[in-house]
């Protein structure tokens, strides 16, 4: 349901997100550029420490600045200029533009409070709605992510949920406001495989129903290949190479997601992880010169260690930044 011919919904140059400390900054982001078209789902995959959820936490200004220092040459989603969002469009960049959900639902919730009572107050807090209105709407969403005893779930406290229910429960109260592009990191990491399949169909159940946005960063090239309709593979705060899904696992273009591929070690119970590549991530607060990935790259040259690589456009949505390009 993607529409490419609208103007994106998330619009992102040159993103760079620096967190300063003593011992040399930590460059988490450096020079990231992308964007998501209305109703478009895109996956976001990386090693770990590869900038992606740093990324999304800037898009949403949810990076506490300071320590974080964010610059972009752009960075609008829905509209919204995020870096100059004062107020009140902050409250409309974190509901009706855009929610995140994350791997540990705890954090979405208040322990003192029932689900009920902080699904609610989501609800009210971006909408002119009464209480019991709100309560119904709660209700609602509560059974269209599939929790069945929803009356009793919306008078439960979040330690009384199992792991699958709260995230469950999350992405309700993520939907609450209707945003038009839902971020999900890692959503499923910490559930068993069987209630992380569940989890994602019903992401992409609702992603379809909604028309919404979605951006789904995980490890997991599984998840990506069954959920989105292209990809960005970031690495030492950089997009390596970007690619619609099918293209991306059928001719792969930068040495760094070919290493990825291999790296797959096939059936984990069904699932492809990203697993070790010979190596270590760049340290962000010393980042290599030249290509991020030539210390680990076999088919780095002089010109890989000494000049980054720009980026490439290879075809229609492929990308890729690379001197030695297969
Ligand atoms: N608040 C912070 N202060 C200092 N450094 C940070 C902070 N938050 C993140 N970083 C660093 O920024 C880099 C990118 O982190 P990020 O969380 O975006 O990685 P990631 O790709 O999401 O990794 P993972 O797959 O493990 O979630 C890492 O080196 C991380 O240690
Ligand atoms: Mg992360």
Same mark, same amino acid.
């Given at each position: 349901?993607?529409?490419?011919?609208?103007?994106? =919904?998330?619009?992102?140059?040159?993103?760079?997100?620096?967190?300063?400390? %003593?011992?040399?900054?930590?460059?988490? /982001?450096?020079?990231?550029?992308?964007?998501?078209?209305?109703?478009?789902?895109? !996956?976001?995959?990386?090693?770990? !420490?590869?900038?992606?959820?740093?990324?999304?936490?800037?898009?949403?200004?949810?990076?506490? %600045?300071?320590?974080?220092?964010?610059?972009?040459?752009?960075?609008?989603?829905?509209? #919204?200029?995020?870096?100059?969002?004062?107020?009140?469009?902050?409250?409309?960049?974190?509901?009706?533009?855009?929610?995140?959900?994350?791997?540990?639902?705890?954090?979405?919730?208040?322990?003192?409070?029932? =689900?009920?009572?902080?699904? #609610?107050?989501?609800?009210?807090?971006?909408?002119?709605?009464?209480?019991?209105?709100?309560? %119904?709407?709660?209700?609602?969403?509560?059974?269209?992510?599939?929790?069945?005893?929803?009356?009793? =779930?919306?008078?439960?406290?979040?330690?009384?949920?199992?792991?699958?229910?709260?995230?469950?429960?999350? =992405?309700?109260?993520?939907?609450?406001?209707?945003?038009? /592009?839902?971020?999900?990191?890692?959503?499923?990491?910490?559930? @068993?495989?069987?209630?992380?399949?569940?989890?994602?169909?019903?992401?992409? @159940?609702?992603?379809?129903?909604?028309?919404? !946005?979605? /951006?789904?960063?995980?490890?997991?090239?599984?998840?990506?290949?069954?959920?989105?309709?292209?990809?960005?593979?970031?690495?030492?705060?950089?997009?390596?190479?970007?690619?619609?899904?099918?293209?991306?696992?059928?001719?792969?273009?930068?040495?760094? $997601?070919?290493?990825?591929?291999?790296? #797959?070690?096939?059936?984990? !119970?069904?699932?492809?992880?990203?697993?070790?590549?010979? *190596?270590?991530?760049? @340290?962000?607060? @010393?980042?290599?010169?030249?290509?991020?990935?030539?210390?680990?790259? $076999?088919?780095?040259?002089?010109?890989?260690?000494?000049?980054?690589?720009?980026?490439? /456009?290879?075809?229609? *949505?492929?990308?890729?930044?690379?001197?030695?390009?297969?």
């Amino acid at each position: 349901m993607k529409d490419t011919q609208a103007q994106p =919904i998330v619009e992102i140059e040159d993103l760079r997100v620096t967190f300063p400390q %003593a011992e040399g900054s930590v460059r988490a /982001v450096r020079g990231v550029s992308l964007a998501l078209h209305p109703g478009e789902s895109l !996956g976001v995959v990386g090693e770990s !420490g590869s900038g992606k959820s740093v990324s999304w936490m800037a898009v949403m200004r949810l990076l506490r %600045a300071p320590p974080a220092e964010v610059e972009a040459g752009r960075l609008r989603l829905a509209g #919204i200029e995020v870096m100059q969002a004062r107020r009140e469009e902050l409250t409309e960049l974190r509901g009706r533009a855009a929610a995140m959900i994350f791997q540990d639902p705890m954090t979405a919730f208040d322990p003192v409070f029932t =689900i009920g009572h902080q699904i #609610i107050e989501t609800i009210r807090a971006h909408r002119a709605t009464s209480k019991r209105a709100a309560r %119904a709407e709660a209700l609602d969403l509560l059974e269209r992510v599939e929790i069945r005893n929803a009356e009793a =779930i919306l008078d439960s406290y979040p330690h009384q949920l199992s792991g699958g229910m709260l995230q469950r429960a999350m =992405i309700a109260m993520a939907l609450s406001c209707r945003p038009q /592009v839902l971020i999900a990191d890692e959503p499923t990491t910490a559930l @068993d495989v069987t209630v992380q399949a569940q989890i994602l169909q019903l992401i992409k @159940d609702l992603q379809d129903e909604m028309g919404m !946005g979605l /951006v789904m960063i995980t490890h997991d090239l599984g998840v990506v290949a069954e959920t989105v309709d292209r990809v960005v593979v970031m690495y030492g705060g950089k997009v390596m190479e970007e690619a619609p899904v099918v293209e991306l696992f059928e001719d792969p273009r930068h040495p760094y $997601t070919r290493a990825l591929m291999v790296s #797959i070690p096939g059936q984990e !119970g069904g699932r492809r992880r990203l697993t070790e590549i010979p *190596g270590a991530s760049p @340290d962000p607060s @010393d980042p290599p010169e030249g290509c991020p990935f030539h210390p680990r790259c $076999t088919q780095a040259d002089a010109q890989c260690a000494a000049e980054e690589p720009p980026m490439a /456009v290879l075809g229609p *949505g492929r990308r890729a930044a690379c001197w030695r390009l297969t």
